[in-house]
C-alpha cells in the first residue's frame, strides 16, 4: 500500500472514533460530573485524536520529510505529557485492566516516534522508511487505545479513588 494511501485511511479512521467516542461520552453524562473520569474520558479522546492529526499531518507535504517529522515530534510530545499526566489520575482509581495498568507502553510508543522524527536515521536498522516505522507505531498506539477504551467502558465500579 502506498504511504500517502495509508495515512490517508488511517486519519480518517482516527477522526470517526473520535466521532464515536464523542457520542459514547454524550451518552455518559455521569462522566462528566467525576473530574477524574472526565480526564479519563479527555484521555481516550487524545488517544484517537492525536494519532490522526499526526497521520492528517503526514499528507500535507509528502516531499518534504522536514513536515512530517516535525509535526510528530510535536504531537508525540504533546502525547507523551499526556499519558504521563493519566498515569498519575489512574493511579487513584481501581481500574484493573491490563491496558489502563500498562499505559506506560502508550508513552513510550509517543517517545519513539518524537525521537524518530528528532533523528529519523534511528530506523535505517530496521530496513524501512522512517515514515513506515512511524506508521507501525501508530498503529499501535491506536490499539492500545482500543483497549483503554473497552476497559473504560465497561468497568463496573464507580471507579472511587482508593
Not at 494519532?51 to 508525540?76: I, K, N, Y
Amino acid at each position: 500500500m502506498d504511504i500517502g494511501t495509508f495515512y490517508s485511511l488511517f486519519s480518517a479512521t482516527c477522526f470517526t472514533l473520535v466521532g464515536l467516542w464523542w457520542n459514547v461520552v454524550e451518552r455518559r453524562s455521569g462522566w462528566a460530573a467525576d473530574p477524574r473520569r472526565r480526564r479519563l474520558a479527555g484521555g481516550i479522546y487524545v488517544t484517537f485524536l492525536l494519532p490522526g492529526l499526526m497521520g492528517l499531518l503526514a499528507q500535507v507535504s509528502p516531499a518534504t520529510p522536514l513536515m512530517w517529522r516535525s509535526t510528530f515530534a510535536v504531537v508525540a510530545l504533546i502525547g507523551v505529557v499526556t499519558t504521563v499526566r493519566l498515569i498519575g489520575i489512574e493511579r487513584a482509581f481501581t481500574l484493573p485492566g491490563p491496558f489502563t495498568r500498562n499505559r506506560w507502553v502508550v508513552a513510550v510508543l509517543y517517545l519513539a516516534v518524537l525521537v524518530l522524527g528528532a533523528f529519523p536515521t534511528v530506523a535505517a536498522p530496521l530496513g524501512a522508511a522512517p515514515i513506515q516505522v512511524a506508521a507501525v507505531l501508530l498503529i499501535g498506539l491506536v490499539v492500545l487505545g482500543h483497549g483503554l477504551t473497552w476497559e473504560f467502558m465497561t468497568d463496573s465500579s464507580d471507579a472511587v479513588a482508593d
